[in-house]
């Protein structure tokens, strides 16, 4: 059986590999093409290396794709050359001749699993900032001015960017616990890293509870609503607030340029999971990491498809590309309809974005059955 396997794997590997390349390369440059006219003062060293960014994120996607063209090019050309029926007269399960496939897709799997965790992050924050410095020759936080932005448990606001953009002016920071507002305004400020260094800065606490409570006075009202004023005695003095994501992710994420969110997996989930954000961010969080779970899955339940299409259909090169091509397209349908769901609260977060794979892992399993019963 060794053999078997080796010789299996031989032809589907380069297969994967082939499928995984081809429709990677092909995303890239579909999300790209919008975009050429922004980037036409780039030059080919930068625009390359800004390409080649956008490769981790094209391969976890596609590779459910290339999973299914390799087990239909590879299966299907076995059973057509009645390999197969040779396999099962000697005594050889189907599902031991197979299991190669089975466990290419869970190394897919993980594979997949690890880029969303520590690599993607790092890609997906860099491809948005190094846009905005090829196009506008800036940070990319110029575009973040004026917005809200939820920041943990902080929400961030500045008025403009100096200094190629990497300056903010007219900060202000608000944190709430219940009806308590710590508001944090400063001058001017810059990104270290997580970090906001601020200058010029005033720190403000008020209890708007206080405005509630009865009072002898006006001025009493005044003190208990006015908790902390504190001031920096000296305009250069700086004032450090971590912030939990750095620059590049916050523009990643609000630079509204239609970038990958640079959130890991566990970020992600403890985004969803943090009971003082709001619905809006929760679920936006929530809906994400579900949908970069039921990706790489994907590698796996696309099999179940695969399979019985290779037996029973798969028999040529064209036609393997074809039945790829309409499965991965039924399947992207499916789960993007079940991601809106979720976003838009028709569907629970844990449920919309796997639809695809609940569908098409159905689908599979009947096609199975059936195949089995002949």
Not at 205 to 210: H, K, P
């Amino acid at each position: 059986m060794r053999r078997i396997d080796r010789a299996l794997l031989a032809e589907a590997i380069p297969a994967l590999v082939f499928g995984a390349l081809l429709y990677s390369v092909l995303a890239v440059t579909s999300a790209t093409l919008p975009r050429l006219t922004w980037l036409t003062g780039a030059s080919i060293p930068e625009l390359l290396r800004w390409l080649s960014a956008q490769l981790p994120t094209a391969l976890a996607q596609t590779a459910p794709i290339a999973m299914v063209l390799a087990v239909l090019l590879t299966i299907g050309r076995m059973e057509g050359d009645k390999e197969l029926l040779a396999l099962r007269a000697g005594g050889v399960a189907l599902g031991r001749v197979v299991a190669p496939m089975l466990l290419l897709g869970a190394l897919a799997t993980g594979g997949t699993l690890a880029v969303y965790q520590w690599v993607t992050p790092r890609t997906h924050a860099w491809i948005a900032t190094e846009y905005w410095r090829l196009t506008a020759g800036g940070t990319g936080l110029f575009r973040l001015a004026g917005q809200a932005l939820p920041v943990g448990e902080f929400t961030l606001h500045f008025d403009r960017t100096v200094g190629r953009g990497s300056t903010i002016e007219g900060v202000r920071i608000e944190r709430w616990e219940d009806e308590r507002l710590t508001l944090v305004r400063a001058d001017a400020a810059v990104f270290e890293g997580t970090e906001l260094v601020l200058t010029g800065y005033r720190t403000q606490i008020f209890d708007l509870a206080a405005l509630d409570r009865p009072a002898p006075a006006p001025v009493d009202r005044l003190r208990d609503l006015v908790r902390l004023d504190n001031r920096a005695p000296d305009p250069e003095a700086r004032l450090r607030l971590s912030l939990g994501v750095s620059e590049e992710e916050l523009v990643s994420r609000f630079s509204r340029g239609g970038f990958e969110d640079a959130r890991s997996l566990t970020q992600l989930y403890g985004a969803w999971r943090d009971a003082e954000a709001s619905d809006t961010v929760r679920r936006t969080a929530g809906v994400l990491f579900q949908r970069r779970l039921a990706e790489p899955f994907a590698n796996l339940v696309l099999l179940l498809v695969a399979l019985p299409l290779s037996l029973g259909w798969a028999r040529g090169r064209g036609v393997a590309f074809g039945l790829s091509l309409v499965v991965t397209l039924v399947w992207y349908l499916l789960s993007t309809v079940g991601q809106f769901a979720s976003q838009s609260g028709t569907l629970p977060i844990a449920i919309g974005p796997w639809i695809g794979n609940l569908v098409l892992g159905a689908i599979g399993a009947v096609l199975l059955i059936r195949l089995r019963a002949r």
